[in-house]
C-alpha cells in the first residue's frame, strides 16, 4: 500500500467533519474542475498526489531566511532597492504560523461558515503600514523571467488574490500590487561543480480579489448538494476516469458475457 496516497480519508477531514477546512489550493482546485474538488472534499477521495519538489522547498527556505535577516535587521533586501520598492520584509507574530502548510493564515467566513486558510511565503509593509503580498517561485528556463503571461500562470495569479483577500479579511489594509520573488536556475554554465547559480527578479502583479465572495457562494452550493459536478473536458483526471471506467465495463460486460 502507497504510504503518499490513501483515496479514503476519515470522514472527519471531509465537509461537514469537524476537521474540514477550505484551503486556498483547494479554492484552486474547485476552479480547475469541480468534480474533482467534490469527490476530494464531499467524497474524500482526493487526486493522487504529485512528488514533492524539494530543490523548489530548498530554494522556499533559503528565501525566507535571507528576507528573515533584513526582517530582524529591519531593512529592505538588496533585490527591493534594485526594483526601487519602498518596503521592508514585515515582522509578527503569527509570521511562522502563516508561512506553515496546513496551518497559515486563517478566517471564518460568515456567509458561508467555512473556514478558509492559506499559507503565504512571505509579507512585506510599507512605511503607512500597507502590506504587500509576496510569493516565491523557482524554476530553469533559457530565457529570463520577467512576466507571468503563460495560460498557467493564472493559478498562480488566483493564488496571490487568496491571500491578499485572506489578509483583508483579517482586517489589514493591503496593496492590490503584489509581487513574485522569482529564482531562475542557470544552465549555461560550463560545469555543475555542485553548486547550482540563480537569477533572481521581481515580478509585480495587480491582484483583484472581486471573484473570491462569488467563488465561495458557488463552493458552497456545490458542497451542499447531492449532484455530482460536470466532468470538465480539460481535467486529465476527470478524461482518465471516464476512459478508464469504461473500458473496464466494457471487459467486465464481455468476461461476463463469456461464463
Not at 530554494?59 to 533585490?79: N, Y
Not at 493564488?159 to 509581487?179: I, P
Request: with cysteine; charged share 30%.
Amino acid at each position: 500500500m502507497s504510504k503518499y496516497y490513501k483515496p479514503d480519508r476519515n470522514p472527519g477531514w471531509n465537509y461537514g467533519g469537524k476537521n474540514w477546512r477550505l484551503s486556498r489550493s483547494k479554492i484552486g482546485l474547485f476552479l480547475d474542475c469541480a468534480r474533482c474538488f467534490y469527490l476530494d472534499n464531499k467524497l474524500g477521495t482526493a487526486r493522487p498526489p504529485g512528488y514533492p519538489f524539494n530543490l523548489n522547498s530548498a530554494v522556499d527556505a533559503l528565501l525566507k531566511k535571507e528576507f528573515d535577516i533584513h526582517r530582524v535587521g529591519k531593512t529592505a533586501h538588496p533585490l527591493m532597492e534594485t526594483y526601487g520598492i519602498d518596503a521592508i520584509p514585515f515582522e509578527h507574530a503569527d509570521l511562522d504560523v502563516w508561512r506553515e502548510n496546513f496551518k497559515g493564515i486563517e478566517i471564518t467566513h460568515e456567509p458561508t461558515g467555512f473556514r478558509i486558510s492559506g499559507a503565504i511565503d512571505d509579507v512585506w509593509v510599507k512605511p503607512d503600514g500597507e502590506l504587500v503580498i509576496v510569493d516565491y517561485k523557482s524554476t530553469s528556463k533559457e530565457q529570463r523571467i520577467e512576466a507571468l503571461d503563460e495560460e498557467w500562470h493564472d493559478g498562480y495569479k488566483r493564488q496571490m488574490e487568496t491571500y491578499q483577500w485572506l489578509f483583508r479579511q483579517s482586517g489589514f489594509k493591503v496593496s492590490n500590487t503584489g509581487y513574485f520573488v522569482y529564482a531562475n536556475a542557470d544552465k549555461d554554465k560550463k560545469a555543475f561543480d555542485g553548486v547550482l547559480t540563480f537569477e533572481l527578479t521581481l515580478i509585480p502583479y495587480e491582484g483583484n480579489d472581486s471573484w473570491v465572495e462569488y467563488t465561495l457562494r458557488d463552493i458552497k452550493t456545490c458542497l451542499d448538494s447531492d449532484a455530482i459536478p460536470d466532468a470538465y473536458p480539460d481535467c486529465d483526471y476527470c478524461r482518465y476516469r471516464t476512459v478508464a471506467g469504461t473500458k473496464l465495463l466494457a471487459l467486465h460486460k464481455d468476461t461476463k458475457g463469456k461464463e
